[in-house]
């Protein structure tokens, strides 16, 4: 687990298979952990049931001169990280490209999604 710095948000950086990301914008991630729903009957609720969720980590990167699009877009079995900004580092495993693979030319902006089979806090 991280070691509290006083920072809990802020500057963070984006890897896939250890390659430095030029990130961009709002990441999220989620761990995959399962979802917890009500089981609601006509007279009661009856208890709960359990979801699974896919792990995820998504944002944007900038299209830099040498992002290879088609690579990218094609990824699997990857490792993506983020390192937060509050000293959590987020490891998503067995990874592949879940987006579209749109650009934003405009703004120099590729949106990424990579989801997998597991993530931890690491």
């Not at 984006?14 to 609601?40: E, H, P, S």
Request: net charge negative; proline share 3%.
């Amino acid at each position: 687990m991280a070691t509290p710095t006083g920072r809990v948000a802020g500057k963070l950086f984006a890897k896939i298979d250890g390659i430095l990301m030029w990130a961009r914008g709002n990441w999220t991630y989620n761990l995959g952990q399962d979802k917890q729903a009500a089981v609601v009957g006509a007279d009661r609720i009856h208890g709960f049931k359990a979801e699974p969720q896919v792990p995820f980590i998504e944002g944007a990167i900038t299209d830099r001169g040498d992002l290879d699009l088609k690579a990218l877009v094609t990824k699997s079995a990857a490792t993506v990280t983020l390192e937060l900004a509050n000293g959590k580092t987020v490891s998503l495993a067995s990874a592949w490209y879940a987006g579209e693979g749109t650009v934003n030319a405009n703004e120099g902006e590729v949106p990424c999604r990579f989801e997998g089979l597991s993530a931890d806090e690491v």
